[in-house]
């Protein structure tokens, strides 16, 4: 058993089938060498024939497959990555985001500001496994995803997988899945006849996952040319290491904890980064019950937590772009805000090489936008020189906000640059690095809400941790009903009040 995994709890879950630990660990059966996920519908086995791992990686390495009928590699990740802050955390979200795939273990130490060995020997400590293990799992999954839901050809899928060679993605197939990549296929349910580059697939969460709420939120922030919400689909473009996709985002039709995506990529490569980042942005991988114990056992939330359960903190894909539209968004409308980010896009932004639908544009990056000349945008001058002086410093480093950041470092990185206060480095961690305890200081629409409830700043600086974006997240659907799928409560404002824009606050 891997560090920090207590034998009796997991035991105790998997022997109740608890969904709700499924992706926190990973069971593996020694008579029968194979590794489940918590709530795998067979006979539980006994304790003594069970070792308990908390990644997939690790119980590939220690010799088991993946369980062929409760599939633990389409289970959500562990909200342990998302929430922790150390270098082990920021590891896995970097391996996850395909950084190993991109420039091997040697960019991944050089990212973390560690040696090859030193990181190694961390994660091994604690996971069982390296980082090279750690990426292999991943594209093993990559791998049954394109195996599965298209008809390229076998060496097609090892490459765009991530695999070096074919005999790799073979023997790797084999050894996860107890199947040659064929025999995967002929058993894959049938679909409708596939489109090069396309793929539809199932995006788990755990439940309770309100995802027409999720995606509401990220409609009503949706800009012309790079985003489109018809009201059901959330639609954007992805800018993706090896070229631009569009995603397609809806509830799951069956009804449950879960997003159906829609993929168009340029390449088949970046499935795996697509798939983190989308996952990232619906906050699939949080644990609902872990943050509603916390915030439902507040006199303050209480009602607003059992009004809608499970409520998640919607992120951006692409944390230096949420920073420069948070930068946009200052001191306007939320009307405003859209506006004055379509236009960017249009000036600075990459075009697609054809439309798709009413998108046209991926965001601009960092070095692209830090040399655009942005007077004919409608800023002012001194909202430009702050665009600019973000750009240059994402540019060029001194301000890093990728899945591996430092969180509390990128903070006072994003705090020295002009222009740029508490507020705007609050929202930058909150919704672009996925920092689950942030405060909005000075946010007007938190302060509407916490004197509606009779409450205090200083509730949310001691109470509502380590959950404290989620408390924002309460706050803000009851100043601004809008955002909301789920009934008012009796704590609510009054209907006929005006709600207040979310994203303006100063600096």
């Known amino acids: 058993m891997t ?68 599939r633990p590699d389409a289970v959500p990740g562990s909200p342990e990555w998302d929430s922790r802050a150390d270098v082990v955390a920021r590891a ?50 990559t791998a049954r995803l394109l195996i599965e839901t298209t008809d390229l050809p076998m060496a097609d899928v090892a490459f765009a997988a991530g695999f070096a060679s074919i005999r790799q993605f073979n023997d790797t197939v084999r050894e996860v899945f107890a199947a040659t990549p064929t025999e995967l296929r002929q058993t894959a349910p049938a679909g409708p006849p ?24 990220l409609g009503v922030h949706a800009v012309p040319g790079l985003e489109e919400w018809d009201g059901t689909t959330f639609s954007r473009v992805l800018d993706l290491p090896h070229g631009p996709g569009v995603v397609h985002l809806s509830p799951a039709p069956d009804g449950g904890p879960a997003v159906a995506a829609r993929l168009d990529l340029s390449a088949l490569r970046d499935l795996g980064t697509a798939v983190a980042r989308c996952r990232r942005m619906l906050d699939l ?54 506006t004055l980010t379509a236009r960017v896009l249009q000036a600075t932004g990459t075009p697609l090489p054809e ?25 002012t001058g001194a909202r430009r020189r702050t665009v600019l002086a973000l750009a240059a410093a994402l540019a060029s480093g001194a301000v890093t906000l990728d899945p591996g950041a430092d969180r509390e470092e990128a903070g006072r990185a994003l705090r020295a640059v002009p222009g740029i206060g508490p507020w705007t480095a609050a929202l930058v961690a909150m919704r672009g690095l996925g920092d ?26 001691t109470r509502w941790r380590p959950w404290r974006s989620y408390a924002v997240m309460h706050l ?12 008012t409560t009796p704590t609510r404002p009054a209907a006929h009040a005006r709600p207040l824009p979310l994203d303006r606050s100063a600096s």
């Open 3 to 70: 560090p920090l995994l207590d034998a009796e709890r997991c035991y105790r879950a998997v022997a109740s089938r608890d969904a709700r630990f499924d992706g926190w660990f990973f069971t593996a059966v020694a008579t029968t060498g194979i590794y489940c996920r918590p709530s795998c519908p067979a006979r539980t086995p006994l304790p003594h024939n069970v070792t308990f791992f908390s990644t997939a990686a690790a119980a590939q390495g220690a010799g088991y497959r993946a369980c062929r009928r409760c």
């Open 92 to 141: 896995v979200r970097l391996i996850g985001d395909g950084e190993v795939e991109r420039s091997g273990v040697p960019g991944l130490a050089a990212r973390l500001g560690y040696s090859e060995r030193q990181l190694h020997r961390l994660l091994v400590g604690e996971l069982g496994v390296g980082p090279l293990a750690l990426a292999r799992a991943q594209r093993a999954q």
């Open 194 to 217: 596939g489109v090069p580059g396309r793929l539809t697939l199932r995006l788990a969460a755990r439940a309770p996952y309100e995802a027409a709420e999720v995606l509401l939120f």
């Open 285 to 338: 991988d949080a644990d609902p019950t872990a943050v509603d114990g916390v915030l439902g056992a507040d006199c303050a939330l209480a009602g607003l937590v059992a009004a809608a359960p499970g409520r998640r903190v919607p992120a951006s894909p692409d944390a230096d772009e949420l920073a420069v539209r948070a930068v946009l968004g200052q001191q306007v409308s939320l009307a405003g805000a859209r």
């Open 355 to 379: 439309p798709v639908g009413t998108l046209t544009h991926a965001f601009p990056r960092p070095a692209a936008l830090a040399d655009a000349d942005l007077t004919a945008v409608g800023l």
């Open 436 to 461: 689950p305890d942030v405060w909005l200081p000075g946010d007007l629409a938190l302060r509407r809400s916490l004197a509606a409830l009779g409450s205090s700043d200083t509730d949310a600086a």
């Open 476 to 487: 803000w659907a009851l100043a601004v009903p809008m955002l909301s799928t789920r009934p």
